[in-house]
């Protein structure tokens, strides 16, 4: 009864398996909690920051009267995209379903439709890094096992270099590639300029009454700290936006493997039962056989 | 013209405040208190630390703003703050807490540094119990 022996250890170890995925989703869960309870609360004031930035930038953008520093440069006075700046965030670990594919997927569309030269790539997580190796894509800046704790000081650098780069004209934009959190189990790979600015008719001079902000004390003032803030906090977003979307992506990827697992050993142990019975009913009839003879 | 503006407020952590109001005063970092009535021209100035009034049915109500920017339109205020707090999200006892411990840090500050430091922990504490009406929140 080799077939039985065989059987058993395989459901003992598809069993182990079980063991550590339903552990997994577990753990995903609750850090999906945490990154998810983060990026909700910074949304709506993402947005709103995004909508403010958005109104003033629109109406003061081509007025002479401003002199725009280091950081305002970016966004008062857009330049012909020859160079770039591209940030690539993905995860660390595997065992995420598409999450990495997907991601990595739209980061090489990207990058063979990009008209611009890339000249800075900045990766984070470890899959990202292997991505751009593969490309032969020196990343200037890599940031692995980042916690959330640790997010703001990677959004600070990159946010300062790139606006240094701008200013000394070394870049012409910034881009962020990304999975955008759609719900525990819907992510969005996205590609988003943070500079310059994308401005639609709707933001430029929507309304022919509203004339451009009074910048007080003074317009450079105000915009050297609120453009890096901006920048900043679409950085913060885009990275929680990651992590919220890496962790449901484990979660529901371990969730399928479990019940993957459930049903193996469903069907294993049917088998199995199958078998023995089938050994039990030989035995039955030659004890049976054996006593009519 | 609108009569009353939208008065919104959101800092990183969350959406503290949104609601129709006739006025706004707002502490700003360089300039002191700006008022804002309905149909003010736009404006985007630095928000300072201290109290956000704002009235409503002709009663005036407070909440703590520190830092951050305000933009100002014809119908809308929009607050993004760096910290803020409605009055119930107060915790009294931290905050006469914190402004024992300021006070503490404020007599052995060694440095200017550590001195600015301890003077803004106070303010701040300071501003939080005068939200909240306690008396070691007056005469500030």
């Known amino acids: ?293 | 013209m609108s009569q009353l503006i939208k008065l919104e407020v959101v800092t990183p952590e969350r959406p503290v405040f949104s609601a129709e109001v006739a006025e706004v005063q707002f502490p700003t970092a360089a300039r002191g208190y700006y008022g804002i009535l309905p149909g003010h021209t736009p404006l985007m100035t630095e928000v300072g630390d201290g109290l956000l009034y704002y009235f409503q049915e002709g009663q005036k109500h407070w909440i703590t703003v520190f830092g951050g920017f305000a933009e100002v339109g014809p119908d809308r205020v929009t607050i993004l703050a760096r910290e803020s707090e409605t009055m119930d999200m107060i915790d009294l006892e931290r905050a006469e807490a914190s402004r024992q411990r300021a006070l503490k840090l404020l007599k052995e500050a060694q440095t200017e540094h550590d001195m600015a430091n301890a003077q803004a922990k106070l303010d701040a504490s300071l501003i939080r119990l005068q939200a909240a009406g306690h008396p070691s929140g007056h005469g500030f």
């Open chain 1, 1 to 293: 009864m080799a077939g039985l022996q065989d059987i058993r250890r395989r459901i003992r170890s598809v069993k182990n398996t079980q063991q550590v995925t339903k552990a997994m989703k577990m753990i995903s869960a609750v850090k999906l909690r945490k990154s998810q309870e983060r990026l909700v609360a910074l949304r709506p004031y993402a947005s709103k920051m995004m909508e403010v930035v958005r109104r003033v930038v629109g109406r003061i953008r081509g007025d002479s009267e401003i002199q725009p520093g280091p950081a305002a440069q970016a966004f008062l006075s857009p330049r012909e995209e020859k160079r770039i700046r591209v940030v690539l965030v993905a995860s660390d670990k595997g065992l995420c379903g598409g999450f990495n594919a997907n991601v990595l997927k739209a980061a090489t569309a990207f990058v063979s439709e990009c008209q611009a030269e890339i000249v800075h790539v900045d990766v984070i997580g470890k899959r990202a890094a292997e991505w751009a190796k593969k490309r032969r894509l020196v990343p200037a800046g890599e940031y692995l096992n980042i916690p959330l704790a640790g997010f703001q000081r990677v959004v600070t650098e990159i946010s300062q270099g790139a606006s240094e780069q701008y200013h000394a004209g070394e870049i012409d934009a910034l881009y962020v590639i990304y999975n955008y959190f759609n719900s525990a189990v819907a992510q969005t790979p996205t590609v988003f300029r943070v500079f310059p600015m994308a401005m639609d008719r709707t933001h430029e001079g929507r309304d022919a009454m509203e004339v451009p902000h009074l910048l007080e004390p003074d317009p450079n003032s105000v915009l050297e700290t609120l453009l890096p803030r901006f920048v900043e906090t679409e950085l913060l977003r885009n990275l929680l936006e990651s992590s919220a979307s890496e962790h449901g992506a484990r979660m529901a990827a371990m969730d399928k493997a479990s019940n993957n697992a459930g049903e193996m050993i469903a069907k294993l142990t049917l088998t199995m039962n199958k078998i023995r019975q089938a050994s039990i009913t030989n035995q039955i009839i030659e004890i049976v056989s054996g006593a009519n003879a």
